[in-house]
């Protein structure tokens, strides 16, 4: 019994976690704070989750593949290059806007983004879901915790309750990461391998991951900040429905480091998401349609997110094998015919729920693009293993 549990229930709820997490807090925020609170944490929020996007997540990337052995130091290194880097674009492009108090809140929680993301692929890695759980439990204590002496003490600020979500999404990751004292790594890999392995997983993020966490503030400066409360809700509720696809692969790349890649696995795991995303968009239709009145956005929105799953057999084939050049390529292509196709929306229908709607057709078209380059890139690795 322990066993299914430890092999079964536990990947999926450490993996899905994350998601559900965020879709938790910024339900809870924009439920029972004041619309402006609401709205300055969302839109924070979505910050923090893009920049993300070039620091902890192209490391976390890194980690996956064995060709690639980074010390604490290298992950250190890294992640606050990066971050600073990404703060400093951000910060000339709209951040300005921001007050000094908001940017220095959006950073720092960026930064507890980043280093949970390492740390959680260190515990993926070595499928070590038990510390995870543990760790996914403390967060929701600490972070309620946190919340009601907010609330107590009467400190009505998104900044505060941003910063308190995510120090206490890190911290418990952190501590049992620090208790556990890890071996010391024999062969690591060169720095300069491993800074050129990052600038192409970061460029690929760029041209991938990040235009999708970039996608809602696309949305907010076509329709307005009135929709950022309900547009954050959608947002992470759909991320929240990333667990199945996401425990799949937490289960999928230990084995393909281990014992190769086998195509009756990668065959079964994109099946196993395409029927969960066909399942999933039907159920949201009615669900979005009863509780939002831009329904039509918000749907399209997460169908959009819901198709990206699709490459993730096919991406992680690709990251096991270590092939951060393919992947940049096949992110790259897409997103080059995305640019062309949004310069045209943009240059050709004025700002607005419409173009919104042409935009968010744009983005599912880059997703299923994605989808067909990554499986004729990845499909040379995926060969019987006798």
Request: with cysteine; charged share 10%.
């Amino acid at each position: 019994m322990l066993n299914k549990i430890n092999n079964k229930i536990l990947p999926l709820i450490t993996v899905g976690f994350p998601g559900g997490y965020k879709f938790l807090i910024v339900l809870v925020v924009t439920s029972l704070a004041s619309a402006a609170i609401a709205t300055d944490f969302s839109k924070m929020f979505f910050w923090v989750a893009l920049l993300v996007t070039f620091s902890g997540l192209p490391v976390a990337s890194l980690m996956v593949s064995p060709q690639f052995i980074l010390t604490i130091k290298h992950k250190g290194i890294l992640i606050l290059l990066s971050s600073i880097i990404a703060f400093i674009v951000a910060y000339s492009i709209e951040l300005h806007q921001y007050s000094y108090i908001d940017n220095l809140f959006i950073y720092s929680s960026a930064l507890c983004l980043s280093i949970y993301e390492i740390l959680k692929r260190d515990f993926l890695n070595n499928a070590d879901f038990n510390s995870l759980f543990m760790a996914s439990c403390l967060s929701l204590m600490i972070v309620f915790t946190l919340l009601l002496v907010l609330y107590l003490f009467k400190t009505s600020s998104a900044e505060l309750i941003l910063i308190a979500t995510f120090t206490a999404l890190m911290l418990p990751l952190l501590y049992l990461h620090t208790i556990k004292k890890p071996a010391p790594i024999a062969n690591q890999s060169s720095f300069s391998d491993i800074a050129a392995g990052f600038v192409k997983y970061t460029l690929s993020n760029a041209t991938s991951t990040s235009l999708l966490f970039a996608l809602p503030l696309v949305l907010l400066a076509e329709m307005g900040d009135v929709i950022a409360a309900d547009l954050a809700q959608v947002f992470y509720f759909t991320s929240l429905t990333y667990l199945i696809p996401h425990a799949l692969s937490a289960k999928h790349i230990p084995n393909m480091r281990q014992y190769g890649i086998v195509p009756g696995d990668v065959t079964s795991f994109f099946l196993s998401i395409f029927i969960f995303v066909v399942f999933t968009s039907l159920l949201a239709l009615p669900l979005i349609q009863h509780f939002y009145t831009q329904w039509i956005v918000y749907l399209m929105l997460f169908i959009a997110m819901q198709i990206s799953q699709l490459s993730l057999p096919f991406s992680n084939v690709l990251m096991v094998k270590g092939q951060a050049n393919k992947i940049l390529k096949v992110n790259i292509v897409a997103s080059t015919v995305l640019v062309i196709l949004i310069t045209l929306i943009m240059f050709n229908v004025t700002a607005g729920d419409n173009r919104a709607k042409l935009l968010l057709l744009s983005f599912i078209g880059f997703q299923l693009l994605k989808l067909l380059l990554n499986y004729s890139s990845a499909k040379e690795y995926i060969r019987v293993t006798h």
